[in-house]
């Protein structure tokens, strides 16, 4: 299969040098400077100006949320680096001239924050450093910040049958944003965090150093792992701890509508899942089914979808003994490889090659919003009722609830940036889609999240109430626009993804980019009291 990204890379490398004469001063100025401090002319082949015809193409081709597809601001320029020295002079150059950088991988970000700015900015684009290097014998991966979850997760199965790394369940993902920021997935609750599970990286700094973990001191390595690693640099690449897996892993999904009690069986999973061996992992996605042109009634089904580290034979039994009221049976089970769960989870079809994980086609691509809560007591089966009335109100709503627990428990708050560990039973994600275009229409879909969450605050984590920066909202608050965020100001969305991590996260931001290079609406500020 060949995709967008694989036929860009093509033309990228064949693409002719860009004539500065046709850009716009500032980028003809950035331009001359990349040109006069980088050693390899082959780098003006990487470099796309507004008057490419592949500067659209190349943009919107790795914009997620489809909402942001037809900005109106744009980069001044986009490069695509084969190498580290081309990201070394548009660094300097970069900082020389005043101009932002916007660091991308898979360009999932939720507020699209890897592409776009109000300021003059160019985006560096990662998707050719891509390399993949595991050795099974030291349990280990170098993995490139352009690679994608699915190109990691394909090369560690191509060597091993029992080793995996605990990450998302997106395979277009990019490793970039997502290590940066924490990265959970279904051995979330065996390992913990992908940044949990990162033991060295190579980060460029503001002076177009490569930082290795020694040379960049303890602080800023530990700050890299899920504090937004965008805030201090440009990671290049990532040293990660493999996991060990059984060869034959058991996944299953069961679904229920609320006729079929869904409500109950949801309420009774709160208590279960975060508390359940930490080798079963179930997660519950909740979607709209019916209505419109389908006979049947519009309704909400939950589907609880698991992984369980082991044989069916072993988790039948488990589950019976945990949670019987969802009556698993063996025929809802299949075994299979990890490679196999990874397939089941990113919604592939049973007897997909594994080559799939390598396409870089964005597979979620819609308009949507998210938001997300961590939940520290059992909500109430009443409350739960509210959402489903506000879900069938929707389109496409969706809300996922993933278990922690388990290894989640026993890792300290302050162990990386990500503190929503012990006492946290699980993690909500409400997310709404649409397709129609139109101010109105956005705003309509708008207003429904922001009554939804409105609805749960009396029911989730609180004081602060939390967030995870993956799933990034900018509603829960902002940098100033005129650079100068106070400590205070911050505090008001910092404290909600990082807790009492976000000071040390200002600490260190102050040590290592004092000039606020690396900057974006939701980086870590400088502090000015
Ligand atoms: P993108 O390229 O947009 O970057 C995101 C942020 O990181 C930006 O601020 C960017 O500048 C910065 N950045 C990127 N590369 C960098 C680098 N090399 N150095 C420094 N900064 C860099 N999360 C999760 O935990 N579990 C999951 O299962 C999923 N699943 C999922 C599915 C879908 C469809 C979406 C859209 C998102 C998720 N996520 C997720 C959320 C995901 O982890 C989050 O959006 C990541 O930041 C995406 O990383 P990308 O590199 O793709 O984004």
Known sequence: MKSLIGFLSSLVLIASAISPASSSSAADKLIECIANNN????????????????????????????????????????????????????????????????ARCGGHDY??????????????????????????????????SGAQLGELYYAIARQSTHLAFPAGLCPTVGVGGHFGGGGFGTLVRKYGLAADNVIDAYLMDARGRILNRKAMGEEVFWAIRGGGAGSFGIVLSWKVKLVRVPQKLTYFTVTKTLEEGANKLIHQWQRFAHDVHEDLFVRILLLNVGGGDDKKKKTVQANFQALFLGTKERVIPL??????????????????????????????KPGVPPEVLLDKTQMFKAKFKAKT?????????????GIWKMMLEEDVPIVILEPLGGKMNKIPESYTPFPHR????????????????????????????????????????KSPRAAYLNYRDLDIGMNSAGGK??????????????????????????????????RNEQSIPLLHM
Not at 375 to 385: H, M
Not at 428 to 450: A, P, S, T
Not at 489 to 507: I, M, P
Request: net charge negative.
């Open 39 to 102: 050693i390899n002319p082959s780098s003006f082949q990487t470099i796309f100006n507004p008057e490419s015809s592949l500067f659209s193409l190349l943009l919107q081709s790795r914009v997620q949320n489809l909402r942001y597809i037809n900005s109106t601001t744009k980069p001044l320029l986009i490069l695509t680096p084969s190498d580290d020295t081309q990201i070394q002079s548009a660094v300097l150059c970069s900082r020389e001239q005043g101009i932002e950088i916007r």
């Open 373 to 385: 809560d961590f939940v520290t007591e059992p909500v109430l089966e009443s409350a739960f009722e």
């Open 485 to 518: 965020t106070s400590f205070s100001e911050a505090s008001v969305w910092g404290q909600r993804y990082f807790r009492d991590n976000f000071k040390r996260l200002t600490e260190v931001k102050g040590m290592f980019d004092p000039e606020n290079f690396f």
């Open 111 to 144: 507020e699209g924050i890897s592409y776009l700015s109000d300021k003059p900015y160019i985006v560096i684009d990662l998707f050719n450093l891509n390399e993949v290097q595991v050795d099974v014998k030291e349990e280990m991966a170098w993995v490139q």
């Open 422 to 461: 012990k006492g946290h039973l699980y993690n909500i994600q409400y997310l709404v889609k649409w397709d129609k275009n139109g101010k109105e229409e956005e705003e309509r879909h708008l207003e429904w999240m922001k009554r939804l969450y409105d609805y749960m605050e009396p029911h989730v984590s």
């Open 319 to 348: 589950m019976n003994k945990s949670f019987p009221e969802l009556g698993l049976k063996a025929e809802n089970c299949t075994e299979g490889t990890w490679a196999d769960s990874v397939l089941n989870f990113a919604g592939f």
